[in-house]
């Protein structure tokens, strides 16, 4: 038996399965070997790939096609479409287990899941869903294509068009930083339908790769996840057929903030996995490693600090397990996911860096791990919403809880 085939068998009993266990980091039997199985997979499959899938500056194929047999890209996807038909927590769960081996391979695995997979499930038509699903199921990856270059924070400045000219919409304007554009097959692209209207305009298009006129732009060479492929898109007078919009004309920009709040919950997964993987690295080599005769971890500077990064690692859980299982029950969630995922962006930034302290000279070595956890994190605060618009989100929610109360 192939070890995909293990693995499915592991998954597939778990398939529609909702239950909680009482305190947030207490997970269900279910749970609990989902969580085991995808770790052996990220430790056993994954690992041994992960440095040459860095310097390469891309993904082994062999392994983004493994994630598909496991069904990894197709967590929530019901099994009529060929996925698993999990819940959203367990997703967060396998975006923490594969963080902690490869923050750069679990990004594809959070926007496929969270995003792309999400939008098209809950917005598109039977149709769409008929086309896509399997497909994102088996061999299709997708890219959401938001930012601009001249609307980033502000993204509902962004400028790319969509004419429509009898049956068809014409979409003319580039898109940057689009993760994963230099595999995907689909890509679900904002676009304003008229700028007079301003972000009431924008609305959501599937465009096929092979779509003429569109083009997928050269890799940025960057410092994080450098495994993920970041591209421009380039649309010239690109025709998507009527039924490629998804969801209704207008309300791309509810739908982004809609989603992008869950994507941020699996952002915060992606942090809280990545630092907890460089933590769990770590600390053994400080067991080993002797100094004036005695093992680093010993001594009570270094204790007290190690013992810091284990109390701030089980805040950022609780807040990312919370911000899921909020999701989950299906109520108000926009303020925890901020929170979860301004914390562990910062979280990951914090431990990196005392990792690498305390390993010394070979903590900045590309021959350890820490020194590509430390570049890795540095993304996390940046994608899916910086730090200063979480902030600001999360000031909001402050402002409306407090004016309630005068
Ligand atoms: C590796 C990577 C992958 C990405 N993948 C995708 C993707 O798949 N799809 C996609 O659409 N986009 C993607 N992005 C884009 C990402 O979402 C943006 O980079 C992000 O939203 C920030 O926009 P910006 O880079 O233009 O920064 P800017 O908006 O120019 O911000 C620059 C600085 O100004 C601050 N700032 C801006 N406005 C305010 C304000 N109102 N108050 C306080 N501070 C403010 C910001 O916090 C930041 O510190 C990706 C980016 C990266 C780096």
Redesign the pocket.
């Known amino acids: 038996m192939t070890q995909s085939w293990r693995l499915l068998r592991i998954l597939m009993p778990l398939a529609g399965r909702r239950s909680y266990g009482k305190a947030l980091t207490t997970l269900t039997r279910d749970e609990m070997q989902f969580k085991n199985a995808i770790s052996h997979f990220a430790k056993t499959a994954i690992g041994p790939k992960v440095r040459e899938m860095d310097e390469n500056y891309q993904f082994d194929s062999a392994l983004v096609k493994k994630l598909f047999e496991n069904g990894i890209m197709a967590l929530q996807i019901p099994k009529a479409y060929n996925g698993m038909e999990m819940d959203f927590f367990l997703t967060i769960l396998a975006i923490e287990e594969i963080s902690k081996i490869d923050p750069s391979l679990a990004?594809l695995v959070d926007?496929q899941n969270t995003l792309i997979n999400s939008l098209i499930l809950k917005l598109g038509t039977e149709e769409q869903k008929a086309h896509y699903l399997p497909k994102l199921s088996k061999y299709l990856v997708g890219?959401?294509?938001?930012?601009e270059e001249g609307?980033?924070?502000?993204?509902f400045a962004l400028r790319t068009t969509a004419d429509k000219v009898g049956d068809k919409y014409v979409l003319n304007g580039s898109?940057?930083?689009?993760?994963?554009?230099d595999l995907a097959g689909v890509f679900l692209v904002m676009a304003t339908v008229d700028k007079s209207k301003g972000y009431k305009g924008i609305s959501c298009f599937m465009v096929d790769r092979n779509t003429p006129g569109f083009s997928v732009g050269k890799k940025?060479k960057?410092m994080?996840?450098r495994a993920?492929g970041?591209c421009s898109l380039h649309m010239d007078n690109v025709e998507v057929p009527e039924n490629r919009v998804l969801g209704k004309i207008g309300q791309g920009y509810r739908y982004t903030i809609g989603f992008l709040n869950e994507g941020r919950v699996g952002v915060a997964a992606q942090m809280l996995g990545l630092a907890q993987g460089c933590y769990d690295a770590t600390i053994p080599y400080l067991l080993d490693r002797k100094q004036f005769g005695s093992s680093i971890f010993d001594f009570q500077g270094m204790q007290h600090q190690i013992a810091e990064v284990a109390t701030r690692l089980e805040a950022g859980r609780l807040l990312v397990y919370n911000a899921a299982r909020l999701v989950e029950e299906g109520g108000d969630f926009i303020k925890q996911a901020s929170i979860a995922k301004h914390y562990t962006a910062e979280l990951a930034g914090y431990v990196t860096r005392k990792c690498i302290d305390w390993c010394g000279g070979v903590g900045i070595s590309t021959d350890m791990p820490q020194e590509k956890y430390f570049r890795d994190a540095k993304?996390g605060t940046?994608?899916?919403?910086?730090?200063?618009?979480q902030l600001?989100t999360i000031a909001k929610f402050v402002r409306a809880e407090y004016a309630l109360n005068r």
């Open positions: 990004i926007i890219s959401f294509g938001l930012t609307s980033g924070s502000d993204a898109k940057m930083w689009i993760s994963n554009s940025e960057k994080s996840i993920s970041t993304v940046i994608y899916e919403g910086t730090t200063n618009i600001s």
